[in-house]
């Protein structure tokens, strides 16, 4: 588990540092497709940020995540793992914090093509 947990560390770290950076159309292959409508690749690909449903939810994190990361300290909490039927989730605790307190987020990775994406961002 030491493996996954540094390895999804990394990739939500990239995953930060991209957002930062401002770049959506790099952060799309960071991302899982977000679409039950799409069965075919919800929770299976990645974005794709040339198709339209994709860059909406593509930017719509890029947004969220960003203003999360206007905290003055962010924290890491717990790792937690849970088997599920999409696959075996991932998921770092991450706390946003402007003052004495702040959002908290679960961050959920799956393993997609060989590398962890962000599949699901939950309320901690």
């Known amino acids: 588990?030491?493996?996954?947990r540094d390895a999804v560390k990394v990739a939500l770290e990239r995953l930060f540092?991209?957002?930062r950076?401002?770049?959506?159309?790099?952060?799309?292959?960071?991302l899982l497709v977000n679409d039950p409508q799409d069965q075919m690749r919800h929770l299976?690909?990645?974005c794709d940020y040339s198709l339209p449903h994709d860059r909406r939810h593509v930017d719509a994190l890029q947004q969220r995540i960003g203003?999360?990361?206007q905290a003055d300290l962010i924290v890491y909490g717990e790792f937690l793992t849970s088997a599920e039927s999409e696959g075996e989730w991932q998921a770092w605790e991450v706390s946003f914090?402007?003052?004495p307190d702040g959002p908290r987020r679960y961050f959920g990775f799956l393993l997609v093509e060989g590398a962890y994406r962000l599949g699901d961002i939950d309320q901690a």
Do not use: I, K, Y
Request: negative net charge; charged residues 25%; without cysteine.
């Open 1 to 4: 588990m030491a493996d996954a």
């Open 17 to 19: 540092d991209t957002v």
């Open 21 to 30: 950076a401002g770049d959506a159309a790099q952060l799309a292959p960071l």
């Open 44 to 46: 299976r690909r990645p």
């Open 67 to 69: 203003e999360w990361l």
């Open 97 to 99: 914090r402007t003052g």
